[in-house]
């Protein structure tokens, strides 16, 4: 279980001021949920799953994982308390074979057909991609699904996706889809994704609105429908079509 307890966030700007951009956010996430947290851009999101996984510090509040402070512990101690984290674009490692990076990420030895079997779970033929070196020969739909295969074999608590369908092609989105849809069914630990696909809202246990730093709305998703419209429309209808084509078409970089 992850508890936020009044996250504040500060940054200073420019010409000296201060801008709150996380503004006392309280939140319980439990083991075995599956969260997406949405909302319009600029709104926080992707500030709170930096904070969650240690890259950016909170100006107040607490973080406690399973009752434990980890507010001050930095981003490899929290991963290995069992945090993960999947980038919006992921790196690439030349020399690196796929293989290689699965058993990294699991920690251990694995044979080929135990590595095979994350490969399959993202929808790729494993056999195909498991001496292929992680480089620019790999699309970004192929790279964003082997993150993901990554993310299954490291197993941890608690796994961070933002926006993870960025970046990828539609052909990707809905095996991408497929796949989460999997994770929740076969969820271990607590999955937070940030997303504002309806589909990735669909399979949600609960659907969290983040706005102005602030949680407007926890709920389920027949509850949240008209506050979600709602909150495209203050987004702007220009940035949120744009967002939405971006989506569509696969265009790298997303809002983040
Ligand atoms: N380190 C920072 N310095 C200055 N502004 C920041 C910093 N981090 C985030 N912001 C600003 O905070 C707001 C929220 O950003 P972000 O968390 O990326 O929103 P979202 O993911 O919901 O679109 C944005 O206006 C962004 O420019
Ligand atoms: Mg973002």
Known sequence: MLELKNIIFDVTEDDG?????LDGISLTLDENKFYVVTG?????K????????GIEKPTSGQILLDGVDITDKSITERAKMGISFALQQPVRFKGIKVHDLIKIAAGKELGTAEACEYLSAV???ARDYIEREVNSSLSGG???RIEIATVLARGTKMT???EPEAGIDLWSFQNLIHIFETMREEIKGTILIISHQERILNIADEIIMIADGKITKIGHKEDMMIDIIGATLEGGICGRIGAGL????GAEGGDN
């Open 17 to 21: 001021s201060t801008k709150r951009i």
């Open 40 to 44: 319009p851009n600029g709104g926080g």
């Open 46 to 53: 992707s500030t709170l799953a930096r904070i969650i996984m």
């Open 123 to 125: 929808g790729l033929c």
């Open 142 to 144: 192929e790279l964003k």
């Open 160 to 162: 961070v996706f933002d």
């Open 246 to 249: 971006d989506q569509e078409f």
